[in-house]
Each structure stands twice: as C-alpha cells, then as structure tokens.
C-alpha cells in the first residue's frame, strides 16, 4: 500500500513538471505588436523675414524667403506661397511700417507700397509732422527717443520780469530725432543739436510754430505708464498762447 501511494506521487510529480514545461515555453512568445506608419505632416511655404527688418526699411531680395511652416498653424494673415507665388518679387521695394524680426511671416499690412516718404507714409490720417529746434538739455539729457511721448513746454519772457513757463501740448509723438526715427538708433540715447519731430494735428502744428517765435520750446519726457495712447491728453482744450507784440495781444494756436 505504501508503495502504491508513492508511485502515484511520483507520477503526479512528472505531469506538474511536464506541464510547467509546456507553459513556460508556451509563454516565452512575444505577442505580435502592430506598427504605425507616422502620419506625415503637411507642410506650407510661408513668405518671412530673412533678417531684421527695421521700421522704415526698404525690403530688398535679401530680406525676404520661403520657410516651411505646419499647415494647421499657418498664421492668419501670413502670406503663402499657394496664395500669392510671386509675393517675394512684388514686396520688393516696400517700406516696413513696424519692426519686422527675422523668421517672422510677413504680412502685408504691415508694409507701405508708396512712392511717398517714408513720413509721410507713416504719418496717420489727418496728422502733422512739425519739426521743433532742441539741444541735449531741453530734451532729458538726450534720453528721449524717437517713438517715446513728451510734453511741449514753452518758456518765454513774463510781462512782470523773468521766465514764464507753460505746457502748451502733452502726451505727443516723437517721431525723429534729427533724421532718426524710431528703430534706427543703434544706442541708449541720443545727443539732439537740432531738431525733434512730433506727430500733431494741424491745430497742434500752429501752437508749436507759434509758440517758436515767441520762446523756447523744451521737452518733458513722459513715463512709459504715462504715455500709453488710450491715456492721451485732451489738446483739445488748450486755447494756444498768448502774446503780445506791436502793443496788439496775439494768440497763438488759438481754436
């Protein structure tokens, strides 16, 4: 009987092990795995910038070029190579009316197509450009820069004896310092001999020219926070300045 037991023992003891054997090779087999094709992206041609394009830059052969650029994320308002194949060629000779970087889409509202200035291209609708004479010390030691926003001051002498000094303008448009406008100047400041070019209506344009002859025209630079254009000050109000000359008290820039 003991030796039954044992030989029934023995032979459940080779079936566990064959069985092991068959699940152990059974298993060592790796599942198939399904490969994927990547899915290729399409591309456009987008017109960019080259190099840096300053504002009030002539775009030249060298400035523009075609780059690849996702399809589905082709800025709007970018020009493509689909839409307008000879867009290279045509922008030739346009001014850039903003800074354009390199690698950036070039847009076509942001060039002037203009046999005029480059003022004068810029200059919006239904504004002055009036050039006003200043020295270093009268415009912030040189800080102010074409683009920042000043206060027109004018000094003159007082009826009484002395200086009079009054704000005649505020919150205005430097477009040029001498003949630099803004994104030409390669330094931190600029040293002004001559003259300032402020962007004005044409009200504001007979208050300054006025006001040169009768005083001296300093600059007040604005703060950056001070400055913004939804902030601008009400010019409106200002009556001009008033003089007298012959004996006959004259107003300039008067509305």
Known sequence: MKLARIFVLAIAVVAGFIAFRLVMSSGGESEPQI???PVSEKNSKVLVAAKDISLGGKLTEE?????????????LGAVTEKSNPSADTEYQGRIARVPIFAGEPVR?????????????????????????SVEAETTAGGFILPGDKVDVILTRSSDAGGALSETILENIRVLAI????????????LSPKKTAT???????????????QVGTIDLALRSAQDSADDAEADNSRRRGVSYVKYGVTSQAGAQ
Not at 121 to 132: E, S, T
Not at 200 to 211: D, N, P
Request: proline share 6%; glycine share 4%.
């Open 63 to 75: 400035d523009l070029s075609w780059a690849d650029w996702p399809e589905d994320t082709v800025p």
């Open 198 to 212: 402020l962007e004005l209506t044409l009200a504001e344009s007979e208050i300054v020219a006025q006001s040169q």
């Open 35 to 37: 490969v994927q094709e």
């Open 108 to 132: 076509p509202e942001r060039l002037i197509n203009t046999d005029k200035g480059f003022m004068a291209a810029i200059l919006p609708k239904g504004k002055r450009a009036i050039a006003v």
């Open 178 to 189: 001498d003949s630099t406008t803004a994104g030409e100047q390669d330094q931190k400041n």
